[in-house]
């Protein structure tokens, strides 16, 4: 059974699919051989290369519970480093599964704030797409909000 991040992964491949279609997006899901901190996801939209992180948590049942997503030890490093050259990189977070699942795109450079976790309400305010946008939306965002 595919685990909460494949399933990630099958919905945005399948939200970008009008993208690919009229060929504005190419995107593939890495394997982490390329190398240790790598990211999951790696594509081009319309010229502007960019790295996605997914990850996905449960959500806690009290609001003012904080969200903890766990990172592998090269990840955070690789996400600000990349970042900090210009790079764009987020983390594809969804909260909850199911029809209350809300997805939010982090900027790279502040995976390190979700590993010390965040409550949902201050992951939104972090995030670069609205909770309930529509998949589609989010290969754009991560081109058009690349620089604060």
Known sequence: MPGPE????????????PLVAIGDLHM??????????????????NGCGFNVELKAVARPKR??????VRFEEEQIPWLRKRW???GSCWVLLRVGSGR????????GIDAGLLQEGLTESQINHQSRIAS??????????VCRSHLY
């Open 6 to 17: 494949q399933n990630l992964w099958k919905w945005l491949k399948r939200e970008s699919q």
């Open 28 to 45: 593939c899901r890495v394997e982490n051989s390329v190398g240790l901190g790598y990211p999951d996801v790696e594509g081009c939209y």
């Open 63 to 68: 609001k003012t519970t904080k969200i903890k």
């Open 84 to 86: 900090n050259v210009g």
């Open 100 to 107: 209350s699942a809300r997805h939010y795109l982090i900027p």
């Open 132 to 141: 309930n946008c529509l998949g589609i939306q989010v290969i754009p965002s």
